[in-house]
């Protein structure tokens, strides 16, 4: 079971940019998958989730500028990345949202991380 | 939303040491929290879940307890392998929160 990330990058501000991660060992659509980052020097930010029923949700900072989204014949999570900012400015994990007996869940396992670094 | 908020943001000990990192809910989580290990340039790897079952591979000096608001992780003998960022995470309500992490130093 694990994810395997890329598509970081350096993006000018105003860019866009689409982030990668594929799944093995168990399946993305069954799955709810969540994007975090994490800013130089800072702590972890959740970003959005794409539940296995296929609705979604986003971070105030990132809605309308972010999509998450899933395919399911490579089995594969993407983040699409509009309208960067410096803000933007971060390692971005995926992360699946796995589920306990009584609805506690956690978030194992975690991508390796992308860089994107927004700037001029 | 429910904020979460970690004790001390830093700490440096020794080798053998005992250490306790505090985590406090805004309100009640019940058993929902999760505490993450993230070694410098690393990604996060859950260590904890539900509180205080331990997951798969993560040594037994480490354990955590609480309920409701207060939660705890301790490392029982501190190694130099547990150099690293800890980071609690309550998932009640969905999206979770992260706490702001405490960094672990070792003297």
């Known amino acids: 079971v694990q994810l395997v990330q890329s598509g970081g990058d350096l993006v000018h501000p105003g860019g866009s940019l689409t982030l990668s991660c594929a799944a093995s060992g168990f399946t993305v659509a069954t799955n709810h998958m969540n994007w975090v980052r994490q800013a130089p020097g800072k702590g972890l930010e959740w970003v959005s989730v794409i539940y296995a029923g296929g609705s979604t949700l986003y971070a105030d900072s990132v809605k309308g500028r972010f999509t998450i989204s899933r395919d399911t014949s490579s089995n594969t999570l993407y983040l699409q990345m509009d309208s960067l900012r410096g803000g933007d400015t971060a390692v971005y994990y995926c992360a699946r949202q796995k589920y306990g007996e009584f609805g506690d869940n956690w978030f194992d396992p975690w991508g390796q991380g992308a860089l994107v670094t927004v700037s001029s | ?107």
């Open chain 2, 1 to 107: 939303d429910i904020q979460t908020t970690q004790s001390p943001s830093s700490l440096s000990a020794s080798v053998g040491d005992r250490v306790t990192i505090t985590c406090r809910a805004s309100q009640s989580v019940h058993n929902y929290l999760n505490w993450y290990q993230q070694k410098p340039g690393k990604a996060p790897k859950l260590l904890i879940y539900v509180a205080s079952t331990l997951q798969t591979a993560v040594p037994s000096r480490f354990s955590g307890s609480g309920s409701g608001t207060d939660f705890t992780l301790t490392i029982n003998g501190l190694q130099p392998e547990d150099l690293a960022t800890y980071y609690c995470h309550q998932t009640y309500t969905s999206p979770g929160t992260f706490g702001q992490g405490t960094k672990v130093e070792i003297k």
